[in-house]
């Protein structure tokens, strides 16, 4: 079976409502018969007269040449000149990614965010309605707060209006996934047994931040060693200039313009000096599980002794938090000793009762 096509031309890609993706080569595509046997291709973004080269040479029974969109998003046309005429195509879009990303997903607010396009002046919003994306807000931010009663949606997307023409629109992105946060991104100390407190605080975004601030647990409850203010950076690095030996409780405060509080997980940090070691519980149950914390964080050989000096166990132990099962221990006062990896000796006396 054999087709022939009539004499014309036709664009077959792109055509009217197109998307082409910038930097990604595509393949543009006709069929007819020009008189011509050659010619050369072009593109011009739309509201200018200016033309600009796909392919300086192409035979126009090739019917398809490969092309690579420039960097940018605009609504644009291509056209194939030969000596006798000019076929121009119907009006499709290039763009480029525009990632939509959250700032924060707060109870009460969500902030959506994406970088600015210098060819967008506008930017379209979507959200999931009862079947598909609706568009719901225009801005000529690259930032958009929803407050509560805009942000009940379960998806959203984002591009930018050009020519108030919708081009190219992000993936869809769920807040209420996990991984977004009010805020916090990650809040981690940079060792769990220390000498010197350093905790680590990655934000998504400063937007609305008055200060950020690095709390310890006390008996007189959470107080604020260091504070940050204002907030200017995304990670910052808190530090605790007078800790208490042994176990210690942080969390992070971060307060908004409004006057919102909001505060991190709780992260757990174990400040010793070399030569120094923590046993706890202490006293214990017989049977329970004794955690035994040594200033050097290395592996090391621990000694068990009985009241009369007597040694009961010698092991090898590794990880930062070092554990022994005292299921068969009766109930009395034992010595625990440490070697150290360097050479030192570390003791401690424990009750199991």
């Known amino acids: ?31 007819g018969n020009p008189a011509s046997t050659s010619g050369k291709i072009e593109y011009s973004p739309i509201g200018t007269d200016k033309w600009y080269p796909v392919a300086t040479t192409v035979e126009a029974c090739a019917i398809t040449t490969t092309w690579t969109p420039p960097d940018t998003t605009i609504l644009a046309r291509v056209r194939l000149v030969t000596d006798e005429n000019t076929y121009l195509s119907d009006t499709f879009a290039i763009s480029r990614p525009v990632p939509l990303q959250v700032g924060f997903a707060c109870e009460d607010d969500l902030l959506l965010h994406w970088n600015q396009l210098p060819e967008a002046k506008q930017y379209q919003l979507f959200r999931l309605g009862d079947y598909y994306m609706e568009p719901f807000m225009v801005t000529t931010d690259t930032a958009a707060l929803l407050p509560g009663e805009r942000n009940q949606a379960r998806y959203y997307a984002v591009a930018p209006l050009i020519g108030n023409v919708a081009i190219g629109r992000s993936l869809t992105i769920d807040p209420k996934k996990a991984e977004y946060g009010c805020y916090i991104k990650s809040f981690l100390p940079r060792q769990l047994v220390t000498d010197s407190i350093f905790m680590d605080l990655r934000i998504a975004t400063q937007y609305g931040l008055t200060s950020a601030s690095l709390q310890r647990w006390t008996p007189q409850g959470y107080q604020t060693v260091q504070q940050i203010t ?18 210690n ?29 923590l046993v706890f519980p202490n006293p214990l149950l017989a049977g329970q599980l004794l955690n035994i914390v040594e200033g050097e964080d290395k592996p090391a ?13 010698q092991f090898r132990e ?11 221990l ?21 009750v199991i009762f």
């Not at 590794?318 to 068969?328: A, H, L, N, P």
């Open 249 to 277: 409780l942080y969390r992070i405060r971060l307060e908004n313009e409004a006057g919102k509080v909001y505060y991190s997980q709780t992260e757990e940090v174990y400040y010793l000096r070399a030569g120094e070691m």
């Open 230 to 247: 204002p907030v200017t950076a995304l990670e910052m690095l808190f530090t605790d200039p007078q800790p208490k030996t042994g176990h």
């Open 301 to 313: 050989i621990i000694y068990l002794y009985d009241s009369r000096g007597a040694l009961l166990h």
């Open 318 to 328: 590794t990880g930062t938090i070092k554990t022994f099962d005292t299921t068969q």
């Open 1 to 31: 079976m054999a087709y022939e096509f009539e004499q014309g031309f036709d664009w077959i890609y792109p055509v009217k409502g197109s998307l082409l993706k910038s930097g990604e080569p595509v393949q543009l595509r006709w069929q």
């Open 330 to 350: 009766r109930k009395g006062t034992y010595l625990i000793r440490i070697q150290t990896e360097s050479g030192k000796y570390v003791s401690e006396k424990i």
